[in-house]
């Protein structure tokens, strides 16, 4: 799909990787005619403060972001589609969007997950004590989550609902209705940061109907690609197949917004 139908795709990024990191994805997309976007995330852009006793921010804050980002995409051409892709944590946060703003026109997930505790290996004790343990210990001590522990620096609030979220499975948004926008939910063969079941909790707040789950298996990784949680980005050709498929199976690009 070209020209003036085709999707603006919004990239939301995973925890503690900056804007910089998707450029081969924007690329991709860019050969397909496709347009894309990396979303700044918080804290891990050029020139922008980091988190720390003085500088906060939630998991609202960051949901707020993305609709200031939809907002802006429609704004420019109000007769494109415009897609959230959610990587891991920016899964979290596209389906937020979604729950609690005016929706987008479809939603992406790679590696996007409920991470509560017990979707994890080995009974999910190594996350269930960075999240009982670590984080409420050090955010409380040093006013945000420092270095070198994992998504530092992180923002108190933010990073404490991630440790909530692994605790308990609960979202720091309300869930009511399943989410009726067309989703694509992608899982990682062996992906211990994003694990399948995660995917499949994540699956579970979109409605059947509309929701499209793949499983990208290792079989399925062309020579020289990867489908790891964090560098099949640097090599995204088989995931943007599978987007561009997906969107055009749905009859999504096709459908007037309500």
């Known amino acids: ?29 860019g050969k397909r005619g496709w347009e894309a976007r990396a979303l700044p995330r918080r804290g891990f852009e050029k020139d922008q ?79 269930w004590f960075l999240a009982s343990a670590v984080i409420p210990t050090m955010t409380r001590v040093f006013g945000c989550l420092p270095e070198p522990a994992f998504g530092a620096p992180g923002a108190r609030t933010l990073m404490q609902e991630w440790a909530r979220l692994i605790r308990t499975g609960r979202l720091p948004f309300p869930a009511g209705a399943p989410i009726t926008t067309p989703a694509l939910l992608i899982s990682l063969d062996g992906d211990q940061l994003g694990p399948a079941a995660g995917v499949d909790g994540l699956a579970g707040l979109y409605d059947p109907a509309t929701r499209t789950r793949w499983h990208y298996a290792d079989s399925e990784v062309p020579a020289g690609a ?26 999504a690009g096709s459908q007037s917004r309500g």
């Open 1 to 29: 799909m070209t020209g003036a139908a085709a999707p603006i795709v919004l990239i939301s990024p995973a925890m503690a990787i900056g804007s910089g990191y998707y450029r081969p994805l924007v690329e991709e997309f």
């Open 49 to 127: 403060p980091v988190a720390s006793r003085r500088v906060d921010w939630s998991y609202a804050d960051e949901v707020d972001d993305t609709a200031a980002a939809v907002e802006q995409a429609r704004a420019e051409d109000p007769d494109r589609p415009v897609i959230i892709l959610g990587h891991s944590l920016g899964g979290q946060f596209a389906t937020g969007h979604e729950l609690t703003r005016t929706p987008a026109d479809g939603v992406v997930t790679v590696g996007g997950v409920i991470p509560h505790y017990r979707h994890y290996p080995h009974g999910g004790w190594p996350i």
């Open 226 to 251: 990867s489908n790891d949680h964090v560098t099949w980005v640097r090599s995204p050709a088989r995931v943007v197949d599978e987007i561009e498929s997906w969107w055009a199976r749905t009859g």
